[in-house]
C-alpha cells in the first residue's frame, strides 16, 4: 500500500466539479510541499500542479490544489472529456529520504 | 525543446540483469536532480531513486533491497540504471524525471518532476 493515500476512483458529467483527496503524514505532506501529475494512457505523465498550488504555465485554471496539514486535494472544474486520466499525488518523505506516490485516481467523465 | 529519452528496456529472465539509459537535451543536463520511476501493469506509479547533479546525493526505494545502482554521465548528458538480480515484479515502464524547482540547485523537498521520458519497458519473464 502507498504512504500517501488517493481514492481509486472519481466520476463526474461534463462541466462538473470532482476533488480528488490525498491523505499522508507528518514526514511528508505534513512538511513538504505536494505536487500532482496526470498521466494519459500510453503517454508520459505531467506536472499539473507544484507546491501545493501552483500551475504550470499551460495548464488551464479549471485545476487546482490545496492542502491543509497532512492531507492536499486536486479539484478539476468545468470537467472536460479530455481530463479523463489516471492523478497522482507526490510528495519528498523526510523519513524515507524519497520520494512517494500516491495509488492514483482514475477520473471518469461520464 | 527539453527532452528526455529512454532506452535498454527489453526482455530479461528472472535473476538476469539490465541497464537502462536517458539521454537528456534542451538543458544543462549536469544541474539537475534526476530521477528513476517505475509503472508496473495495472499499478500506479512509484519511485525508484534518485541521483543530485554531481552525484554526491543518491536516495534508492527501500522496496529495491540493494539491487539496483544509479548513476550518470554529466558529459555524455545520460542518466543510468543497473538493475541486478531482476524479479517478475520488477516488470514496468521505467520513466526517468528531471526535478525542477524555483531555484536552480534547490533541495528535493521543494521540488517537482518536469519533464518525464516516454518510458522503457522492462519485462522479466521465462
Known amino acids: 500500500q502507498s504512504v500517501l493515500t488517493q481514492p481509486p476512483s472519481a466520476s463526474g458529467t461534463p462541466g462538473q466539479r470532482v476533488t480528488i483527496s490525498c491523505s499522508g503524514g507528518s514526514p511528508n505532506i505534513g512538511i513538504n510541499p505536494v505536487n500532482w501529475y496526470q498521466h494519459l494512457p500510453g503517454a508520459a505523465p505531467k506536472v499539473l500542479i507544484y507546491?501545493?498550488?501552483q500551475r504550470p504555465s499551460g495548464v488551464p485554471d479549471r485545476f487546482s490544489g490545496s492542502k491543509s496539514g497532512t492531507s492536499a486535494s486536486l479539484a478539476i472544474s468545468g470537467l472536460q472529456s479530455e481530463d479523463e486520466a489516471d492523478y497522482y499525488c507526490a510528495v519528498w518523505d523526510d523519513g524515507l529520504n524519497g520520494w512517494v506516490f500516491g495509488g492514483g485516481t482514475k477520473v471518469t467523465v461520464l | 525543446e527539453v527532452q528526455l529519452v529512454e532506452s535498454g528496456g527489453g526482455l530479461v529472465k528472472p535473476g538476469g540483469s539490465l541497464r537502462l539509459s536517458c539521454a537528456g537535451s534542451g538543458f544543462t543536463f549536469s544541474s539537475y536532480t534526476l530521477n528513476w520511476v517505475r509503472q508496473a501493469p495495472g499499478k500506479g506509479l512509484e519511485w525508484v531513486s534518485s541521483?543530485?547533479?554531481?552525484?554526491?546525493?543518491?536516495y534508492y526505494s527501500d522496496s529495491l533491497k540493494g539491487r539496483f545502482t544509479i548513476s550518470r554521465d554529466n558529459a555524455e548528458n545520460s542518466l543510468y540504471l543497473q538493475m541486478n538480480s531482476l524479479t517478475a515484479d520488477d516488470t514496468a515502464v521505467y520513466y526517468c524525471?528531471?526535478?525542477?524547482?524555483?531555484?536552480?540547485?534547490?533541495?528535493?523537498?521543494?521540488?517537482?518532476?518536469?519533464?518525464w521520458g516516454q518510458g522503457t519497458l522492462v519485462t522479466v519473464s521465462s
Open positions: 524525471a528531471r526535478e525542477d524547482c524555483f531555484v536552480r540547485g534547490c533541495s528535493s523537498h521543494l521540488a517537482w518532476f518536469d519533464p
Open positions: 541521483i543530485s547533479s554531481t552525484s554526491d546525493y543518491i
Open positions: 507546491s501545493d498550488n
